[in-house]
């Protein structure tokens, strides 16, 4: 079946443009997350959506970043007057929730590639 | 905070010959353990996982082991292939929660 989904692939931007990215996560899955990679670093974690609870917003850098999550489905990440330090791949993932015995697994969309200029 | 800590960050091998990789967790309370393999452009696939009421899990050429007295978790590739080439990432999430901490990944080169 259909995969998480991100889009754009690339964006570059100029230093203090708005952006928006957009995911789509897999059908069903509840759960979604945004995270931040820089070139040749880890995962750092943004923020998650669950169902209709608050999401948690705690990994958040500053408050040029939102997110929102539409109708439990689509979710557009926002970053306001962009800043070069921006530059970062951003991956979305869903997951099922935890009920049920499931583990939650996370599933990763291929990640849009952010250039700050 | 939350902490994982993963070792080594780059890690070659000649193929054939076996890998480990190790992570520790700071959180008592973690009860999940996912590994993560991420190729070049591409987002990180899930490729074993492990939760806190079993020791050790195989799939294949891959196996995950888990302490949890010591909080730490280690990722085995056994006749490694060019193929498993790739960084690799641990986790840790706390029961009740859907917040991952993730390692800072582990860069496997099998040269061949």
């Known amino acids: 079946g259909a995969g998480v989904s991100q889009s754009p692939s690339n964006k570059v931007t100029e230093k203090g443009k708005d952006v928006e990215l957009r995911c789509d996560p897999i059908s069903g899955h509840t759960a979604l997350y945004w995270y931040r990679q820089s070139l040749g670093q880890g995962l750092e974690f943004l923020i998650y959506?669950?169902?209709?609870?608050?999401?948690?917003k705690s990994g958040l850098p500053s408050d040029r970043f939102s997110a929102e999550r539409t109708g439990g489905s689509v979710s557009t990440l926002t970053i306001q007057r962009t800043q070069q330090e921006d530059s970062a791949v951003y991956l979305c993932?869903?997951?099922f929730g935890l009920g049920g015995g499931g583990a939650g697994e996370q599933y990763f969309g291929p990640g849009t590639r952010l250039t700050v200029t | 905070g939350e902490n994982v800590e993963q070792h080594p960050s780059t890690l070659s091998v000649q193929e054939g010959d076996s890998a480990v990789i190790k992570c520790t967790y700071s959180d008592s309370a973690s009860n999940y353990f996912p590994w993560y393999k991420q190729e070049l452009g591409k987002g990180p696939q899930l490729i074993i996982d492990?939760?806190?009421?079993?020791g050790e899990k195989k799939d294949q050429r891959i196996a995950v082991t888990l302490n949890k007295t010591a909080k730490h978790f280690s990722l085995h590739i056994t006749e490694t292939q060019p193929e498993d080439s790739a960084v690799y990432f641990c986790?840790?999430?706390?029961?009740?929660?859907?917040?991952?901490?993730f390692g800072t990944g582990t860069r496997l080169k099998v040269l061949a």
């Open positions: 492990i939760r806190s009421n079993v």
């Open positions: 959506f669950q169902g209709n609870s608050a999401p948690d």
């Open positions: 993932a869903s997951s």
């Open positions: 986790a840790a999430r706390s029961f009740g929660t859907y917040k991952y901490i």
